[in-house]
């Protein structure tokens, strides 16, 4: 039964958008996070998605291969009288660019949506089909 | 004697078979939306149906013409396969066929899938179009219905007949 897929598909994109929302929201809560006592300040996390074929040709679902650190150099702020601040007075802060991970959500939630619209109509026409001849 | 009974009821299963399939594939472009490197896949409904219903005759024996889509029309500039992009077609845009996709053995109507036309390219190489998806996936789950419709309507009909009430 073909139709039955979808809700697999669909299923495997709402989850993968919900991880990458979470990175989101922990890159957010992070924003001015500092550097720890190890001296490394947090940094920011995205989720890398994947094509995963799902029976039939033509039927792919999504994944999260992998969760990658930025590597980008931490914001430095002058801030001698912070206890964190390194020799010279630089206080580093988290790489996370706020902007940047706003832009992220919006798309995520919006492509969550959407997926969910999918199964929506999905699961209608299906309700259709079992009522045939009725 | 009953297949000419059954016929029509016949071409109508098949087109939803194929409409459920095209819902699908369009159900993974959108779901892929925002996979690097992921290629949209869509299917020519019109000349699917043809291909499956090949040998369908009418009731009353005579072939039923079928004319090609808008979709279908492919225009090529510099070997390279145009889009319904031009040709003003939005709910489907042109396909360029595979010839490497199988069709399931037989014949249980699988439709043979082509690769949707980039409308606009991205840097990472998903060709997805997330509108032009979501209003195929419209378009299609309305047709999907419809066929549905046809089917029952079909059956009522056949047991009217039958049943002479």
């Known amino acids: 039964m073909s139709m039955f897929s979808i809700f697999n598909v669909s299923g495997s994109a709402v989850s993968a958008q919900s991880q990458r929302l979470n990175a989101v929201a922990s890159n957010l809560a992070n924003v001015e996070a500092v550097a720890g006592p190890d001296g490394k300040a947090y940094k920011a996390r995205q989720v890398v998605f994947q094509t995963v074929p799902m029976g039939d ?27 964190s601040a390194d020799a010279e007075g630089y206080v580093t802060h988290s790489n996370v660019n706020a902007v940047e991970e706003m832009v992220n959500m919006i798309s995520a939630s919006r492509a969550y949506q959407n997926n969910i619209e999918v199964m929506n109509t ?13 | ?67 090609a889509s808008s979709g279908s029309a492919i225009g090529s500039v510099g070997g390279m396969p145009t889009i319904g992009l031009a040709t003003g077609d939005l709910g489907r845009g042109g396909f360029m066929p595979v ?34 998806e979501r ?8 047709h999907y219905e419809a066929t549905l419709r046809f089917i029952n309507g079909q059956a009522k009909t056949l047991l009217t007949a039958i049943q002479g009430q």
């Open chain 2, 135 to 142: 209003a195929t996936f419209a378009d299609n789950a309305v």
């Open chain 2, 99 to 132: 010839s490497t996709v199988g069709r399931l053995p037989g014949g249980s109507g699988a439709g043979e899938l082509g690769y949707a036309v980039q409308t606009q390219p991205s840097m990472d190489g998903n060709s997805v179009d997330l509108d032009r």
């Open chain 1, 122 to 134: 999905a699961k209608t026409l299906m309700l259709k089909t079992l009522q045939m001849g009725q």
């Open chain 2, 1 to 67: 004697m009953l297949e000419t009974l059954t016929n029509q009821l016949d071409f109508q299963s098949k087109a939803l078979v194929l409409r459920a399939e095209r819902q699908r594939v369009l159900a993974s472009n959108i779901a892929n939306a925002d996979t690097p490197g992921y290629a949209a896949r869509d299917m020519d409904f019109a000349s699917n149906l043809r291909a499956a219903t090949g040998e369908f005759t009418g009731g009353s024996g005579q072939r039923l013409p079928m004319t």
């Open chain 1, 57 to 83: 040709e033509g039927t792919a679902g999504v994944k999260v291969v992998q969760v990658t650190e930025s590597q980008a150099e931490g914001r430095k702020v002058m801030d001698p009288s912070n206890p």
